[in-house]
């Protein structure tokens, strides 16, 4: 999977309320060899729901072991950052993590979701305004890879980043250095990121977690090909794939693919693209990391590593990262 040279792009992010840039990025995806499709497009109101699932099946170590980190950690956590800072949380989904350093942030000012899937976002926005009165809750709906504008009165306000779940592990390596770039560019010199990262760890408890018994998963990565469907104007039938999850010991991350189960010819807006059996469409990568190959990363970016809790079976991490310049 390339570079997206989006985060590479100064300007502000379109309006991701058109379909426009969906069905370019697919018709891309579906015509190239091998074919491939941004991770960020699970993320409809239906994905959503079903990540959520995900993240408390049994298989699915990464967010309970984050969240016993963030419980852990939360006081030393939240002494890095400005008393009076305005929290942006990068691809916000769930305030089950956010939720956990709240409680140790009683002067925290603002909280700035930003998600792609606003019906998701407005509706947890919502909640957390009545869970927490006290607290100015302005979700942004952005694609979070891409420079976006924050709120009005917002820009010269002590910010601080948050970036829970992984999620960095989905871009490859060159490709997550310049999303950090992105990130530090949004909140300036001198602000604090506190985000997850998976370790490297055995295998069958890899993809265990991303090939769950239950088919959680499965219905998640095909789910992506309804919304096709659904927005698109797609003609894709989801049985004649099969999800495959495999981790790439070689390129250090978990890969999930969409198996053709036979050949066939999907239609997409118009389009039409031809798939011999056991092609497979690559939806995702999960890369793991070391603590020091992270750090390594982070730093490239123009981020120093302040902080890195893991917890006590070495399966996860969170880091508080520095912005230098």
Known sequence: MTIDPRLTDSSPAAPITENGLFLADVWDG??????????????????????????????????????GILDAQGPAI????????????????????????LRHLPGLSAYLPVDVSGEFLREQAETLRGDFPGLAVEPVVADFTRPFALPPGYGDRALAGFFPGSTIGNFEPNEAARLLEVFGRILGTGATLVLGVDLVK??????????????????????????????????????????????????????????????????????SFSFREGESIHTENSYKYTLDGF?????????????AWTDADGLFSVYALRREA
């Open 202 to 271: 055995d295998r069958a408890v890899l993809e265990a977690a991303y090939d769950d018994a239950a088919g959680v998963t499965a219905a998640f990565n095909l789910n992506l090909l309804h919304r096709i469907n659904r927005e698109l104007d797609g003609a894709i039938d989801p049985d004649s794939f099969a999800h495959r999850a495999v981790f790439n010991e070689a390129a250090s991350r978990i890969e999930m693919h969409l198996v053709s189960r036979r050949a066939q010819t999907v239609r997409v807006a118009g389009r």
């Open 78 to 101: 939240a002494a890095l950052l400005p008393e009076d800072a305005a929290l942006v949380e990068f691809g916000s989904g769930s305030t089950a993590k956010l939720r956990r350093l």
């Open 30 to 67: 579906l015509g190239a060899s091998p074919k491939a499709l941004p991770a960020k497009y699970f993320y409809d109101a239906a994905g959503s729901a079903l990540f959520e699932e995900i993240t408390v099946l049994p298989e699915y170590y990464p967010t309970r072991t984050e969240l």
């Open 295 to 307: 750090r390594a990363l982070a730093a490239r970016a123009g981020w120093a590593s302040v902080e």
